[in-house]
T-cell receptor
Framework: AQSVTQPDIHITVSEGASLELRCNYSYGATPYLFWYVQSPGQGLQLLLKYFSGDTLVQGIKGFEAEFKRSQSSFNLRKPSVHWSDAAEYFCAVWMDSSYKLIFGSGTRLLVRP | KAGVTQTPRYLIKTRGQQVTLSCSPISGHRSVSWYQQTPGQGLQFLFEYFSETQRNKGNFPGRFSGRQFSNSRSEMNVSTLELGDSALYLC???????????????FGPGTRLTVL
């Protein structure tokens, strides 16, 4: 069955430090992958997406993600975290045949001053 | 271009009541999807509408229903509310395309439903 796994429930980093959030997917066909961010009490904001082509994709707010087919991974990275990045991050895979996103369980990012 | 709007933002209901939530998609988008978000179950797909037709439905009881109007606005209805229906209900809109390029869903701020 198709699924998305985010193995880290919480991650704490110091402001200015680098960040990597892990995402693994299980999907039989070519995956279309997304990262969304959710601030408290808010909806989901699209950070970036991968459809095809270059496996390193750039997003908003200085985020990037790398698609690795051999590892079934789509990890999110940022070289220097800002306090405003504290939020919950969701990885998702698009199910083209059923017009829906399947989400991971999310990773909550805490930023130490 | 205005984003996805959802009304109301907050709702408090009691068990047994019914509720209707509204979603206005981004202009030009013909697909509207609904998701339920709870701390225990995370983000779960409810249903998707395209051009007034439901194309897919998630694994929710029949108390959850929806519809889409000719202007692409959508409503979802929950009848006979249960305590477990307390959640953030998110609406997402997209062009509704399938095939070679995945569709990108843009989310609204959500409606926070509390059932007492």
């Amino acid at each position: 069955a198709q699924s998305v796994t985010q193995p880290d429930i919480h991650i704490t980093v110091s402001e200015g430090a680098s960040l990597e959030l892990r995402c693994n997917y299980s999907y039989g066909a070519t995956p279309y992958l997304f990262w969304y961010v959710q601030s408290p009490g808010q909806g989901l904001q699209l950070l970036l997406k991968y459809f095809s082509g270059d496996t390193l994709v750039q997003g908003i707010k200085g985020f990037e993600a790398e698609f690795k087919r051999s590892q079934s991974s789509f990890n999110l990275r940022k070289p220097s975290v800002h306090w405003s990045d504290a939020a919950e991050y969701f990885c998702a895979v698009w199910m083209d045949s059923s017009y829906k996103l399947i989400f991971g369980s999310g990773t909550r990012l805490l930023v130490r001053p | 271009k205005a984003g996805v709007t959802q009304t109301p933002r907050y709702l408090i209901k009691t068990r047994g009541q019914q509720v209707t939530l509204s979603c206005s998609p981004i202009s030009g988008h013909r697909s509207v999807s609904w998701y339920q978000q709870t701390p225990g179950q995370g983000l779960q797909f409810l249903f998707e509408y395209f051009s007034e037709t439901q194309r897919n439905k998630g694994n929710f009881p029949g108390r959850f229903s929806g519809r889409q109007f000719s202007n692409s606005r959508s409503e979802m209805n929950v009848s006979t509310l249960e305590l477990g229906d307390s959640a953030l209900y998110l609406c997402a809109s997209s062009h509704g395309l399938a095939g070679e390029f995945a569709d990108t869903q843009y989310f609204g701020p959500g409606t926070r439903l509390t059932v007492l």
